[in-house]
Protein backbone atom coordinates (compact mmCIF):
# COMPACT_ATOMS: atom_id res chain seq x y z
CA UNK A 1 0.00 0.00 0.00
CA UNK A 2 0.78 3.37 -1.07
CA UNK A 3 0.28 6.37 1.31
CA UNK A 4 0.31 9.46 -0.73
CA UNK A 5 -2.53 11.74 0.55
CA UNK A 6 -1.72 13.92 3.67
CA UNK A 7 -4.58 13.98 5.04
CA UNK A 8 -4.74 9.61 5.11
CA UNK A 9 -1.47 9.94 6.60
CA UNK A 10 -3.10 12.34 9.75
CA UNK A 11 -5.94 10.02 10.04
CA UNK A 12 -3.64 6.85 10.30
CA UNK A 13 -1.70 8.50 12.85
CA UNK A 14 -4.42 9.99 14.88
CA UNK A 15 -5.54 6.33 14.73
CA UNK A 16 -2.51 4.59 16.24
CA UNK A 17 -2.02 7.60 18.58
CA UNK A 18 -5.81 7.17 20.06
CA UNK A 19 -5.13 3.26 20.25
CA UNK A 20 -1.71 3.82 22.41
CA UNK A 21 -3.97 6.11 24.71
CA UNK A 22 -6.43 3.36 25.03
CA UNK A 23 -4.07 1.13 25.57
CA UNK A 24 -2.44 3.53 28.20
CA UNK A 25 -5.58 3.88 30.10
CA UNK A 26 -6.61 -0.15 29.94
CA UNK A 27 -2.78 -0.88 31.43
CA UNK A 28 -3.63 1.58 34.28
CA UNK A 29 -6.04 -0.88 35.42
CA UNK A 30 -6.06 -5.05 36.07
CA UNK A 31 -7.67 -7.80 37.18
CA UNK A 32 -6.61 -7.32 41.05
CA UNK A 33 -8.43 -3.60 40.58
CA UNK A 34 -11.11 -4.45 38.84
CA UNK A 35 -12.32 -7.46 41.39
CA UNK A 36 -11.35 -5.02 44.45
CA UNK A 37 -14.25 -2.78 42.09
CA UNK A 38 -16.47 -5.80 41.71
CA UNK A 39 -16.14 -6.52 45.59
CA UNK A 40 -17.17 -2.79 46.43
CA UNK A 41 -20.14 -3.23 43.95
CA UNK A 42 -21.17 -5.99 46.08
CA UNK A 43 -20.53 -4.55 49.70
CA UNK A 44 -22.49 -1.46 48.19
CA UNK A 45 -25.27 -3.62 47.11
CA UNK A 46 -26.15 -4.69 50.94
CA UNK A 47 -27.41 -1.33 51.30
CA UNK A 48 -25.76 1.53 54.60
CA UNK A 49 -23.98 -0.37 57.02
CA UNK A 50 -24.28 1.79 60.54
CA UNK A 51 -23.75 -0.57 63.55
CA UNK A 52 -26.75 -3.19 64.10
CA UNK A 53 -28.12 -3.01 60.37
CA UNK A 54 -29.44 -5.96 58.09
CA UNK A 55 -27.03 -4.02 55.61
CA UNK A 56 -23.89 -4.49 58.02
CA UNK A 57 -24.70 -7.94 58.40
CA UNK A 58 -25.27 -8.99 54.67
CA UNK A 59 -21.94 -7.22 53.89
CA UNK A 60 -19.91 -9.34 56.84
CA UNK A 61 -21.99 -12.94 54.99
CA UNK A 62 -20.20 -11.65 52.14
CA UNK A 63 -16.75 -11.02 53.14
CA UNK A 64 -16.71 -14.28 55.22
CA UNK A 65 -18.04 -16.30 52.25
CA UNK A 66 -15.47 -14.49 50.02
CA UNK A 67 -12.75 -15.35 52.35
CA UNK A 68 -13.83 -18.62 52.67
CA UNK A 69 -13.12 -19.97 49.43
CA UNK A 70 -9.23 -18.87 49.83
CA UNK A 71 -8.86 -20.79 53.21
CA UNK A 72 -9.97 -17.75 55.13
CA UNK A 73 -11.52 -18.69 58.72
CA UNK A 74 -13.87 -15.41 60.31
CA UNK A 75 -14.83 -14.98 63.86
CA UNK A 76 -17.08 -12.18 65.56
CA UNK A 77 -15.62 -9.96 68.30
CA UNK A 78 -19.02 -8.69 69.68
CA UNK A 79 -19.21 -5.83 71.83
CA UNK A 80 -21.87 -3.42 73.62
CA UNK A 81 -21.66 0.02 74.61
CA UNK A 82 -23.02 3.40 75.48
CA UNK A 83 -23.57 5.63 72.19
CA UNK A 84 -24.99 9.00 72.03
CA UNK A 85 -28.18 7.17 70.49
CA UNK A 86 -28.27 4.86 73.81
CA UNK A 87 -26.44 1.30 74.06
CA UNK A 88 -25.23 -0.58 70.86
CA UNK A 89 -23.74 -3.75 69.78
CA UNK A 90 -21.26 -3.87 67.15
CA UNK A 91 -19.54 -6.92 65.80
CA UNK A 92 -15.99 -6.67 64.63
CA UNK A 93 -15.20 -9.56 61.73
CA UNK A 94 -11.75 -11.12 62.35
CA UNK A 95 -9.90 -13.85 59.60
CA UNK A 96 -7.17 -16.42 59.49
CA UNK A 97 -5.65 -18.24 57.17
CA UNK A 98 -5.94 -22.15 57.03
CA UNK A 99 -6.18 -22.28 61.21
CA UNK A 100 -7.57 -25.30 62.44
CA UNK A 101 -10.30 -23.25 65.25
CA UNK A 102 -10.93 -20.21 65.40
CA UNK A 103 -14.32 -19.45 67.52
CA UNK A 104 -13.60 -16.85 70.38
CA UNK A 105 -11.17 -14.53 71.58
CA UNK A 106 -8.68 -17.17 73.49
CA UNK A 107 -8.80 -19.21 70.00
CA UNK A 108 -7.58 -15.95 68.40
CA UNK A 109 -4.70 -15.46 70.67
CA UNK A 110 -3.70 -18.89 70.65
CA UNK A 111 -2.22 -18.06 66.88
CA UNK A 112 0.59 -16.31 65.89
CA UNK A 113 0.21 -12.95 64.49
CA UNK A 114 3.00 -11.12 62.58
CA UNK A 115 0.54 -8.11 61.29
CA UNK A 116 -2.59 -6.65 61.31
CA UNK A 117 -4.41 -5.38 58.20
CA UNK A 118 -7.80 -4.03 58.65
CA UNK A 119 -10.80 -1.55 57.61
CA UNK A 120 -13.65 -0.27 58.88
CA UNK A 121 -16.63 -1.68 57.14
CA UNK A 122 -19.51 0.16 58.97
CA UNK A 123 -20.92 3.08 56.99
CA UNK A 124 -22.01 6.52 58.88
CA UNK A 125 -25.30 7.07 59.86
CA UNK A 126 -25.92 11.22 58.51
CA UNK A 127 -29.06 12.86 59.48
CA UNK A 128 -30.66 13.79 56.18
CA UNK A 129 -29.09 11.29 53.67
CA UNK A 130 -30.24 7.98 55.22
CA UNK A 131 -29.37 5.89 51.97
CA UNK A 132 -25.33 6.56 52.47
CA UNK A 133 -23.38 4.27 51.47
CA UNK A 134 -19.61 5.20 52.19
CA UNK A 135 -18.41 3.56 49.08
CA UNK A 136 -14.82 4.98 50.14
CA UNK A 137 -15.39 5.16 54.16
CA UNK A 138 -14.38 2.73 53.51
CA UNK A 139 -16.41 -0.46 51.52
CA UNK A 140 -13.92 -0.13 49.20
CA UNK A 141 -10.76 -0.43 51.79
CA UNK A 142 -12.28 -3.78 52.91
CA UNK A 143 -13.39 -4.49 49.25
CA UNK A 144 -9.29 -4.56 48.47
CA UNK A 145 -8.49 -6.42 51.41
CA UNK A 146 -11.06 -8.92 50.15
CA UNK A 147 -8.78 -9.08 47.08
CA UNK A 148 -5.61 -9.29 49.18
CA UNK A 149 -6.81 -11.99 50.98
CA UNK A 150 -7.32 -14.09 48.09
CA UNK A 151 -3.92 -13.42 46.17
CA UNK A 152 -1.67 -14.10 49.17
CA UNK A 153 -4.43 -17.47 49.75
CA UNK A 154 -3.49 -18.40 46.50
CA UNK A 155 0.40 -17.51 46.62
CA UNK A 156 1.62 -16.62 49.59
CA UNK A 157 0.12 -18.76 51.75
CA UNK A 158 3.13 -19.23 54.44
CA UNK A 159 3.10 -14.93 54.65
CA UNK A 160 -0.91 -15.29 54.78
CA UNK A 161 -0.45 -17.66 58.06
CA UNK A 162 1.19 -14.66 59.78
CA UNK A 163 -1.50 -12.31 59.03
CA UNK A 164 -4.92 -11.41 61.09
CA UNK A 165 -7.55 -9.44 58.92
CA UNK A 166 -10.06 -6.93 61.15
CA UNK A 167 -13.21 -5.49 59.77
CA UNK A 168 -13.82 -3.57 62.51
CA UNK A 169 -17.32 -2.00 63.36
CA UNK A 170 -18.32 1.33 64.93
CA UNK A 171 -15.36 3.49 63.24
CA UNK A 172 -17.59 6.18 62.31
CA UNK A 173 -19.06 8.68 65.53
CA UNK A 174 -22.47 8.83 65.25
CA UNK A 175 -22.49 12.87 66.39
CA UNK A 176 -20.84 14.71 63.68
CA UNK A 177 -17.37 13.60 64.89
CA UNK A 178 -15.11 11.11 66.20
CA UNK A 179 -14.29 11.97 70.09
CA UNK A 180 -12.87 10.31 72.78
CA UNK A 181 -16.44 8.69 73.94
CA UNK A 182 -17.70 8.19 70.37
CA UNK A 183 -16.65 6.33 67.47
CA UNK A 184 -13.65 3.96 67.08
CA UNK A 185 -15.61 1.55 69.14
CA UNK A 186 -14.65 -1.64 67.18
CA UNK A 187 -10.83 -1.06 66.69
CA UNK A 188 -10.74 0.31 69.98
CA UNK A 189 -12.01 -3.20 71.46
CA UNK A 190 -10.01 -5.19 69.55
CA UNK A 191 -6.81 -3.56 70.65
CA UNK A 192 -7.63 -4.88 74.46
CA UNK A 193 -6.80 -8.26 72.53
CA UNK A 194 -3.42 -7.29 71.66
CA UNK A 195 -2.31 -6.33 75.10
CA UNK A 196 -2.04 -10.18 75.67
CA UNK A 197 -0.55 -11.06 72.56
CA UNK A 198 2.67 -13.15 73.24
CA UNK A 199 4.84 -12.31 70.78
CA UNK A 200 3.46 -9.09 69.91
CA UNK A 201 2.41 -8.28 66.13
CA UNK A 202 4.73 -6.33 64.80
CA UNK A 203 2.81 -3.80 62.31
CA UNK A 204 -0.69 -2.98 61.56
CA UNK A 205 -1.97 -1.42 58.10
CA UNK A 206 -5.11 0.27 58.71
CA UNK A 207 -7.16 1.60 54.97
CA UNK A 208 -9.32 3.97 54.80
CA UNK A 209 -10.43 5.75 51.28
CA UNK A 210 -8.15 4.16 48.91
CA UNK A 211 -10.24 3.84 45.98
CA UNK A 212 -11.87 7.49 44.57
CA UNK A 213 -10.77 8.62 41.62
CA UNK A 214 -7.40 10.52 41.06
CA UNK A 215 -5.91 8.94 43.74
CA UNK A 216 -4.67 10.86 46.81
CA UNK A 217 -3.35 9.34 50.04
CA UNK A 218 -1.05 11.28 52.62
CA UNK A 219 -0.44 8.78 55.89
CA UNK A 220 -0.84 10.86 59.38
CA UNK A 221 2.28 12.58 60.40
CA UNK A 222 3.04 10.76 63.30
CA UNK A 223 3.23 7.36 61.76
CA UNK A 224 6.48 5.03 62.70
CA UNK A 225 9.18 5.79 59.81
CA UNK A 226 10.06 2.12 59.13
CA UNK A 227 6.56 1.91 57.94
CA UNK A 228 6.21 4.89 56.04
CA UNK A 229 8.93 4.29 54.28
CA UNK A 230 7.54 0.19 53.27
CA UNK A 231 4.75 2.05 51.80
CA UNK A 232 7.19 4.95 49.97
CA UNK A 233 9.11 1.77 48.89
CA UNK A 234 6.58 -0.34 47.36
CA UNK A 235 4.45 2.82 45.79
CA UNK A 236 7.63 3.74 44.19
CA UNK A 237 8.26 0.07 42.85
CA UNK A 238 5.38 0.64 40.87
CA UNK A 239 5.96 4.28 39.92
CA UNK A 240 2.84 4.87 42.23
CA UNK A 241 4.63 7.65 44.32
CA UNK A 242 2.93 10.58 43.10
CA UNK A 243 0.00 9.59 44.76
CA UNK A 244 1.36 9.58 48.50
CA UNK A 245 2.65 12.07 51.14
CA UNK A 246 2.65 12.68 54.37
CA UNK A 247 -0.46 14.85 56.07
CA UNK A 248 0.53 17.71 58.18
CA UNK A 249 -0.91 16.59 61.47
CA UNK A 250 -1.88 13.15 63.05
CA UNK A 251 -5.34 11.63 62.17
CA UNK A 252 -8.01 10.28 64.52
CA UNK A 253 -9.16 6.80 62.73
CA UNK A 254 -8.65 2.69 63.51
CA UNK A 255 -4.90 2.90 63.67
CA UNK A 256 -5.11 4.68 67.16
CA UNK A 257 -5.84 2.16 69.61
CA UNK A 258 -3.34 -0.27 67.75
CA UNK A 259 -0.57 2.04 67.98
CA UNK A 260 -1.85 2.79 71.93
CA UNK A 261 -1.53 -1.37 72.53
CA UNK A 262 2.27 -1.26 71.43
CA UNK A 263 1.23 -2.11 67.52
CA UNK A 264 2.58 0.34 65.23
CA UNK A 265 0.31 1.11 62.43
CA UNK A 266 0.62 3.15 59.78
CA UNK A 267 -3.53 4.89 58.07
CA UNK A 268 -3.43 4.52 54.56
CA UNK A 269 -5.98 7.41 54.33
CA UNK A 270 -7.40 9.54 51.49
CA UNK A 271 -5.38 13.13 51.73
CA UNK A 272 -7.06 16.17 53.21
CA UNK A 273 -10.53 14.00 53.09
CA UNK A 274 -12.25 16.71 55.05
CA UNK A 275 -11.82 19.12 52.37
CA UNK A 276 -13.49 16.57 49.02
CA UNK A 277 -16.63 17.06 48.29
CA UNK A 278 -17.29 13.72 49.00
CA UNK A 279 -16.47 13.07 52.20
CA UNK A 280 -19.67 12.54 54.70
CA UNK A 281 -21.71 13.37 51.87
CA UNK A 282 -24.03 11.77 48.79
CA UNK A 283 -21.42 11.69 46.74
CA UNK A 284 -19.34 9.06 48.11
CA UNK A 285 -21.07 6.33 46.30
CA UNK A 286 -20.04 4.00 43.55
CA UNK A 287 -19.21 6.66 40.87
CA UNK A 288 -16.55 7.69 42.92
CA UNK A 289 -14.71 4.34 43.02
CA UNK A 290 -11.94 3.81 40.57
CA UNK A 291 -10.28 0.75 39.55
CA UNK A 292 -7.42 2.55 38.48
CA UNK A 293 -7.54 3.67 42.24
CA UNK A 294 -8.03 0.06 43.43
CA UNK A 295 -5.29 -1.07 41.30
CA UNK A 296 -2.64 1.33 42.80
CA UNK A 297 -3.64 0.59 46.39
CA UNK A 298 -3.56 -3.52 46.03
CA UNK A 299 0.01 -3.05 44.57
CA UNK A 300 1.25 -1.00 47.66
CA UNK A 301 -0.40 -2.51 50.14
CA UNK A 302 0.60 -6.20 48.75
CA UNK A 303 4.33 -4.85 48.12
CA UNK A 304 4.31 -3.90 52.05
CA UNK A 305 2.81 -7.19 53.40
CA UNK A 306 5.32 -9.27 51.04
CA UNK A 307 8.04 -6.68 52.65
CA UNK A 308 6.93 -7.07 56.22
CA UNK A 309 5.73 -10.04 56.86
CA UNK A 310 8.72 -11.67 54.81
CA UNK A 311 11.06 -10.09 57.14
ZN1 LIG B 1 -16.18 8.29 57.76
Known amino acids: MKLKSPLLLTLLAAIIGGFLILKQINDATDRHGRAAYAHTEALLACGPRPADSEGLKKA ?4 STELAKHGWSTMSQSLVRDTPLGKKTFVNLIARFQTEKLENLEDLKAINTKGILGAHLDSKMIPGIPDFLGADDAASACALIIELAAELGKNHPELAKQLEIVFFDGEEAFGENITPTDGLYGSRAYAFTLYERKPKPQFGIVLDMIGHQDLKIAVPADTDRKLYQSLLNAAQAKGYEKHYGMAKGSIIDDHLYLNKAGVPTIDIIGADFNHTHWWHQSGDDLDLI ?22
Open 60 to 63: QQYI
Open 290 to 311: SAESLTISYHTTMGMLIELLGR
